[in-house]
């Protein structure tokens, strides 16, 4: 893959200037590092999906950024759009050399080091909803500004998407839940700022948790996730596989990855999978 080529189009909004690619390999692309390769294109329809049709070919550690995604995917399916370069749209590829039940923290641990990142560089606190979005305080509002997708890529390897709106304006919202950047009052919106401190933020973090075989609580990344969940201590609903609902109390995160809630009944039941509902705030 090679760097997308100058186009009239790229600097159609001057508060949305372009990605430094080239600042950004040199930056990113060093020997013994993760990040092997470094592309940004102008415009595709998945990063995810780029990479994943690839992954067999190319090292770990690709990285993929595309100015604009025409077919953005979340969890479920649903569609991912925002305007070009108004956000930051990239995925990686990984080969973690850890035993593969450990692989379900990938997300978790994704979302852990993009607020990590992303709270230094842009002075903006972010917190996580389990299993992979990314939420920010807007007029005292949370909203979503972020999402995570994991998917398996190739023979050994797995692909991760994220997604930021970056200075995405109130009246560019797909939703009303949606947020960014911008409208929580972040002290930086400089993309090539941001996309640096989330990727030496995530080489970390993956670093230290493949070389502790993948255990989370060895590498620090259970305690972490927890210390930054929104979800525990909350109400939440959980739409499950087979039309299941439950409904209860988040109190957990286990070494599994699994979302923990305790129902009326005083059991407690472990979620790998499904759609959560915060139905009610913290304590």
């Given at each position: 893959m090679t760097s997308s080529q100058d186009s009239a189009g790229r600097w159609s909004d001057l508060d949305r200037p372009p990605l430094n690619a080239p600042s950004l390999r040199r930056a990113l692309v060093l020997p013994d590092a993760l990040w092997t390769s470094f592309d940004v294109v102008e415009s595709t329809g998945s990063t995810n999906s780029d990479l994943a049709a690839r992954a067999d070919e190319l090292p770990e550690g690709a990285v993929l950024v595309a100015e604009e995604q025409t077919s953005g995917r979340g969890r479920l399916d649903r569609s991912w759009v925002a305007p070009a370069r108004s956000g930051l749209f990239l995925s990686v590829l990984l080969k973690p050399a850890v035993p593969t039940h450990h692989w379900g923290w990938l997300p978790l641990l994704t979302g852990v080091a993009a607020a990590n990142g992303l709270a230094k560089a842009a002075?903006?606190?972010?917190?996580?909803?389990?299993?992979?979005?990314?939420?920010?305080?807007?007029?005292?509002?949370?909203?979503?500004?972020?999402?995570?997708?994991?998917?398996?890529?190739?023979?050994?390897?797995?692909?991760?998407?994220?997604?930021?709106?970056?200075?995405?304006?109130?009246?560019?919202?797909?939703?009303?839940?949606?947020?960014?950047?911008?409208?929580?009052?972040?002290?930086?919106?400089?993309?090539?700022?941001?996309?640096?401190?989330?990727?030496?933020?995530?080489?970390?973090?993956?670093?230290?948790?493949?070389?502790?075989?993948?255990?989370?609580?060895?590498?620090?990344?259970?305690?972490?996730?927890?210390?930054?969940?929104?979800?525990?201590?909350?109400?939440?609903?959980?739409?499950?596989?087979?039309?299941?609902?439950?409904?209860?109390?988040?109190?957990?995160?286990?070494?599994?990855?699994?979302?923990?809630?305790?129902?009326?009944?005083?059991?407690?039941?472990?979620?790998?999978?499904?759609?959560?509902?915060?139905?009610?705030?913290?304590?």
């Open positions: 002075g903006t606190d972010l917190s996580l909803k389990w299993p992979n979005d990314l939420l920010v305080n807007v007029a005292g509002e949370e909203r979503k500004a972020g999402g995570i997708l994991a998917e398996r890529a190739g023979k050994d390897g797995v692909v991760v998407g994220l997604g930021i709106n970056v200075t995405l304006r109130e009246d560019e919202l797909p939703v009303p839940t949606a947020g960014s950047l911008l409208l929580a009052d972040a002290v930086s919106t400089d993309r090539d700022t941001l996309l640096r401190a989330i990727l030496r933020s995530l080489e970390q973090w993956y670093g230290d948790w493949v070389r502790a075989g993948g255990d989370p609580a060895a590498s620090g990344l259970q305690e972490a996730y927890g210390a930054g969940c929104a979800t525990l201590g909350r109400r939440v609903r959980a739409d499950l596989p087979g039309e299941r609902m439950l409904e209860g109390e988040a109190v957990a995160v286990d070494e599994d990855g699994r979302l923990v809630v305790a129902t009326e009944g005083g059991g407690t039941e472990a979620v790998a999978a499904g759609d959560i509902v915060h139905v009610r705030a913290a304590d």
